[in-house]
């Protein structure tokens, strides 16, 4: 798909139930079964490209998966060496959690990606866990993919991070549960917690307390999954945003995870003015449910808090912004710039190019409410970017290019954006 240009849009009602399953217990889903005694059964999987990735990769390391088009089956009888490389695709997530599930088992691994996910940095990984006997290597003194890995033995760690990442934090937990002693992970604030309850939940010796987390080394494999992804409030919030600057509309967004560190984005939007209620219809693993979002006028907000939070929805979050009576700010939120692309930098010159007034600081920006206007802007290959300015087309009409990277997260984003407004694909 070269680029899609996106009509603007009326007011709409809809209830949504067909949002992608989240992206982030899939990746652990897949990885996790490769810890368990028996097989796991996992329901509603995305079956999106950096996913499916993972599920391949288990299967490379030694996995059998048996997929019937409803539920995945994943039996392990522990981690197999590949004769192959393990391809991540896209995934930042699924590159570092499995540096941190590799790097005690036996054999020699490499992990890769595509262009752009070799361009990430990789060392906020990689170092730690050389710190505690891992041997990884890769371009760039080990901060570049490809990664090569060889198992070894690991030492306990106590370890306090200057960064809230679940990415780093799933990465050293997973490397835990295999070192010669117990270990702990403090994070300056907490960041998603999926691993954690995940893992607890299939016997894992894991405690929580505040913001650190303590791992104790398995005695024995885990307990199966038996699990129904939910629908991920990531991608959910692209249409809570459509609603929320499309006046008189509004949208119920069903069984999503409703994870306090997952619906930051949501409150964000709450605070801006747009009316929320949430709905839990069950809490296994998960606090799963439904959200109703309704249009109201927007006020400026300063989001600098519990940023690890709302990370990802920062740039659709900035659409809102730019509907918004006032000047927002983002701050703190320094990571933004080692995502799939260098979102702050993307972020404001798409806004710049649709008329609204940007500011770029080296921590986030500001944006001044304003008019959109009818624009053709850039993905940058950056599947959250290209989504975020096919909402603002519901405002002004926009043109976007490159979009096939929103195949990585959400393939039916465009099915769902089509009961909104009319758009155009270019192949």
């Not at 403090?186 to 893992?199: C, G, I, K, V, Y």
Request: proline share 4%; with cysteine.
């Amino acid at each position: 798909m070269k680029s899609v240009k996106v009509a603007k849009a009326s007011k709409f009602s809809l209830v949504i139930s067909e949002i992608a399953p989240d992206k982030s217990i899939s990746h652990r889903c897949a990885m996790f079964a490769m810890l368990a005694e028996g097989t796991s059964e996992i329901t509603n999987f995305l079956r999106a490209e950096d996913t499916l990735n993972s599920l391949k990769i288990v299967e490379k390391l030694g996995a059998k998966v048996i997929d019937d088009g409803i539920t995945i089956k994943i039996s392990s009888n522990g981690i197999k060496e590949s004769d192959d490389i393990l391809d991540c695709g896209n995934s930042g997530t699924g590159i570092r959690l499995f540096c941190g599930l590799l790097s005690s088992a036996d054999g020699h691994f490499v992990l890769t990606g595509d262009e752009y996910l070799r361009r990430r940095p990789m060392k906020r990984v990689t170092l730690p866990l050389r710190n505690i006997g891992a041997k990884l290597d890769g371009r760039d003194n080990g901060d570049l993919a490809p990664l090569s890995i060889r198992g070894a033995s690991l030492k306990a760690f106590h370890y306090n991070s200057k960064i809230a990442s679940a990415q780093v934090k799933s990465a050293m937990i997973l490397a835990a549960l295999r070192a010669d002693g117990e270990c702990s992970y403090t994070e300056p604030e907490l960041s998603r917690d999926h691993t954690e309850r995940m893992l607890k939940g299939m016997g894992a010796d894991i405690e929580v307390d505040k913001l650190t987390t303590t791992i104790r080394p398995m005695k024995k494999l885990l307990s199966p999954l038996k699990i129904r992804v939910p629908a991920d409030p990531s991608s959910a919030f692209f249409f809570a945003v459509a609603a929320a600057i499309t006046p008189d509309s509004n949208v119920i967004l069903e069984g999503v995870t409703l994870n306090p560190t997952r619906i930051e984005a949501f409150r964000a939007l709450e605070r801006m003015g747009s009316v929320i209620s949430y709905d839990i219809t069950d809490n296994k693993y998960e606090p799963i449910g439904n959200i109703h979002v309704k249009y109201a006028p927007l006020k400026a907000i300063t989001v600098e808090n519990n940023i690890s939070w709302l990370i990802d929805e920062l740039p659709v979050l900035s659409i809102a912004f730019a509907c918004a009576e006032g000047i927002s700010f983002v701050k703190n939120a320094e990571e933004l710039r080692v995502k799939e692309s260098d979102r702050i930098s993307t972020v404001v010159n798409n806004l710049k190019t649709c008329g609204i007034e940007v500011e770029e600081f080296a921590d986030g920006y500001s944006v001044k409410g304003g008019e959109l206007q009818e624009a053709a802007v850039k993905s940058y290959g950056d599947h959250r970017i290209a989504m975020s300015f096919m909402i603002a087309g519901l405002r002004s009409s926009m043109k976007v290019d490159d979009v096939a990277c929103v195949n990585t997260s959400f393939p039916n984003f465009f099915e769902l954006l089509k009961k909104i407004t009319k758009i155009d694909i270019e192949d």
